[in-house]
């Protein structure tokens, strides 16, 4: 028996058809990340995918803002537990960040510019969560829920309104921590064009 580790996530030739994509210049997307589906796969300006960041546009259309970051593991546009393919999958706004494990479910699922989902959360079909939000991590949102600008959602359901008026640090944070992800992730766009 070999002692050389081997991953779970298929290699890509076995991870299904490849979407069409459209991705901006500036993007960094490693060359480990998975992109699948049929449907489009849109990424805006500086956002970057981490390795094994999976973006399954079966359900229908992904749309990454501009300046956002998707960590490993996380996985973008998964078919919920009923199986229902939509028009529009996902759609994450401007300066979102998506953590280590975490899971957005496809079905017309809207994530507010600024947000950040925490470490292992999941956000249900068709939810709706605003600007500036924060899920703490192991967070759960319901299909369907709204969830509205500036809320803290915690692991035990508890929710509070975010009050302290960062959101220009926070942007200024995102921005500094591209630069470095850029020099730190070798990308290849072409690979998944």
Known sequence: MSSKRHSIVPPISQAGPKPPVQFSSSITIADSALLTGSNPISISTESVIHPRAKLDSLGG??????RCIVHERATIGAIGT???????????G??????????????????GDGTVIGVG?????????????????????APGDVIPDFTVVYSNGMRRMDKRGVVDLRHKAQAR?????????????????
């Open 61 to 66: 259309k992904i749309t990454i803002g501009r």
């Open 82 to 92: 009923e199986g229902r393919i939509t028009e529009n999958s996902v759609t994450l």
């Open 94 to 111: 401007d300066y979102v960040t998506v953590e280590v494990a975490a899971a957005i479910e496809a079905g017309d699922t809207v994530i």
């Open 121 to 141: 959360s999941k956000v249900g079909r068709g939810a709706v969560i605003g600007k500036n939000c924060t899920l703490t991590p192991r967070s759960e949102i």
């Open 177 to 193: 921590q591209i630069e470095i992800l850029r020099r730190m992730i070798p990308s290849n766009p072409a690979k998944f064009q």
